[in-house]
């Protein structure tokens, strides 16, 4: 399993000769202007909620690549009213292929789309390949729900929300790496605009004095599980 961190809260991961892309936001985000998005492979797009900073380069690598766009009910009848190829979810589902599977699990944060459009529930997911499992949060804060993840699935890895303000900060995050038994942190949704910017040393700091591992990518660099 193959991840590359793009910017904010989107990666794209390289399971068995696939592509996920998981909520594209590039085009819009500064930090990530050395990202070309014609050039980005997607066999499947993930997304975790309908907010602009997840989901606003969609439509236009849908339309390239025909990926198929995996999300909740709502969101995915959005795209399918557009003739990009959809496949819908609900909380508990698992979408399911020969390359790996994705379950549909809970996040509490608020979702619309930027035309104020309904997003639905937002949620996270919890990606399976053969012997790889990674939890991607999606917007969430701090549940209790994450305590339901390792009753099924023992995680290689999490991606965890940690700029605080529209979503966990560091200290909450670390209480979620225990919920979910997961000691290997992948960080997202920082430093993008002012008020999500941490301290990056300390954030790691406060990790290692738990025993844990927060991994923090440049835009543009790769992580092997």
Do not use: W
Not at 33 to 38: A, E, K, L, T, W
Not at 141 to 149: C, G, P, Q, S
Request: hydrophobic share 40%; charged share 20%; proline share 3%.
């Amino acid at each position: 399993m193959k991840i590359k961190f793009l910017g904010h809260s989107c990666f794209s991961i390289e399971i068995n000769n696939v592509t996920i892309l998981v909520d594209p936001f590039i085009s819009g985000n500064a930090l990530a202007s050395h990202i070309d998005i014609s050039n980005l492979k997607a066999d499947f797009i993930l997304l975790t909620h309908a907010h602009q900073d997840h989901v606003l380069d969609v439509e236009i690598i849908a339309e390239r690549t025909k990926a198929v766009i995996v999300s909740n009910y709502e969101i995915s009848m959005y795209y399918g009213a557009k003739d990009l190829n959809v496949s819908a979810l609900n909380h508990g589902g698992t979408f399911k292929t020969e390359h790996f599977s994705a379950k549909y699990v809970n996040a509490i944060h608020t979702s619309s789309f930027a035309d104020g459009t309904y997003g639905g529930e937002p949620g996270g997911f919890v990606i399976s390949s053969k012997d790889k499992n990674l939890y991607v949060a999606g917007d969430t804060a701090l549940t209790m729900d994450m305590k339901l993840i390792p009753l099924t699935t023992k995680l290689t890895a999490a991606i965890f929300p940690i700029g605080d303000t529209f979503t966990m900060g560091v200290e909450d995050a670390i209480i979620a790496s225990d919920l979910v038994e997961c000691t290997k942190i992948i960080g997202c949704h920082f430093n993008t605009f002012p008020p999500i910017e941490i301290d990056i040393n300390e954030a790691k700091s406060k990790f290692t004095s738990k025993n844990k591992e927060l991994v923090v990518l440049e835009i543009g660099e790769n992580i092997n599980l």
